[in-house]
T-cell receptor, first 113, second 115 residues
Framework: GQQLNQSPQSMFIQEGEDVSMNCTSSSIFNTWLWYKQDPGEGPVLLIALYKAGELTSNGRLTAQFGITRKDSFLNISASIPSDVGIYFCAGLNYGGSQGNLIFGKGTKLSVKP | NAGVTQTPKFQVLKTGQSMTLQCAQDMNHNSMYWYRQDPGMGLRLIYYSASEGTTDKGEVPNGYNVSRLNKREFSLRLESAAPSQTSVYFC??????????????FGSGTRLTVV
């Protein structure tokens, strides 16, 4: 089935640094979503992207839908300790399994004060 | 608070025991999903229900059954638990599968250990 390759698998950074992570796929997606999972909680939607080339911001977070429709990236600027967690990308192909989201395996972010 | 509620939050089972994980949403969503999360594997879809009265297999359905009891509730049953089913289970819902808005709302998870 469809798979998303998310990288890096983990990051350990200093507070204040910028963070960048990305997802790639061999298949085209029509929608890209980025989620964050805090320890012990379920994932929470951060940003949704619906058009190729779209660049969307949510506070210190910026995400882009790749022109080829096969990739997306998420940037976090000036990281803070509460950014700790696992970030998941998710893609949706209208023609895929009846509209199921496909999730990447996650990027675990650790922030050192 | 509106959202997805899962019970129980934690459970320990012995191999061969059965149990049902409960999920309820109060957002009037049509579609509901069950995922399992294992270290390094991300979120894998077990079963989903596109609308009340329908259920379909996801990526990893073996060893599980589901029931869409009504529009609000979607339960996951393990008939004979195995250690390989030790995982964190998440229920999620969305307004309507395949239609905007596409984001899922997740519950806080059930941490299941099978010994």
């Amino acid at each position: 089935g469809q798979q998303l390759n998310q990288s890096p698998q983990s990051m350990f950074i200093q507070e204040g640094e910028d963070v960048s992570m990305n997802c790639t796929s061999s298949s085209i997606f029509n929608t890209w979503l980025w989620y964050k999972q805090d320890p012990g909680e379920g994932p929470v939607l951060l940003i949704a992207l619906y058009k190729a080339g779209e660049l969307t911001s949510n506070g210190r977070l910026t995400a882009q839908f790749g022109i080829t429709r096969k990739d997306s990236f998420l940037n976090i600027s000036a990281s803070i300790p509460s950014d700790v967690g696992i970030y998941f990308c998710a893609g949706l192909n209208y023609g895929g399994s009846q509209g199921n989201l496909i999730f990447g395996k996650g990027t675990k972010l650790s922030v050192k004060p | 608070n509106a959202g997805v509620t899962q019970t129980p939050k934690f459970q320990v089972l012995k191999t061969g025991q059965s149990m049902t994980l409960q999920c309820a949403q109060d957002m009037n969503h049509n579609s509901m999903y069950w995922y399992r999360q294992d270290p390094g594997m991300g979120l894998r879809l077990i079963y989903y229900s596109a609308s009340e009265g329908t259920t379909d297999k996801g990526e990893v359905p073996n060893g599980y059954n589901v029931s869409r009891l009504n529009k609000r509730e979607f339960s996951l049953r393990l008939e004979s638990a195995a250690p390989s089913q030790t995982s964190v289970y998440f229920c999620a819902s969305s307004p309507r599968m395949g239609s905007s808005p596409y984001g899922y709302t997740f519950g806080s998870g059930t941490r299941l250990t099978v010994v």
